[in-house]
């Protein structure tokens, strides 16, 4: 689900748990899994948002700090180069320290007109 659906065409079941996790009420969710899982149970602070944005924070005031918790990540019509580059970054030191990473909607990702050689899940699974 995306931010664009909560603003322009919210449902009474995301609003509800828009308005459970603002509350503080505890959420669960169900994923369809992904070859590339890494299978296991993981509870912690879940910390994170549009990749992009975590990227041009880095290294500053409001670089995020992952220590010991979850990290949620998304992004929407970037390169698949930039994706890439952003990945690298994370991965070096933060990615050491995360009690888990959730991967949400990447969309509409493009490449270049010489293709990048390598999927976009295939980005994720080297962190």
Known sequence: MHLW???FQPHLHTLE???????GHAGSYDMSPSI????????????????????AMA?????LLTKGKILFLEDLDEY???IDRMMINLKHPKANM?????VGGM???R??????????KKLFWML
């Open 98 to 102: 995360l009690k888990g990473l959730v």
């Open 80 to 82: 698949l180069y930039h």
């Open 36 to 55: 590339l899982n890494r299978l296991g149970k993981v509870q912690g602070e879940l910390v994170g948002g549009n990749l992009s944005l975590l990227y």
């Open 111 to 120: 490449d270049n007109t010489i293709p990048l050689g390598s999927r976009l």
């Open 59 to 63: 290294g500053t005031d409001s670089d």
């Open 17 to 23: 748990k828009v308005k459970q996790l603002l509350t």
């Open 107 to 109: 969309s509409a990702m």
């Open 5 to 7: 659906h909560l603003i």
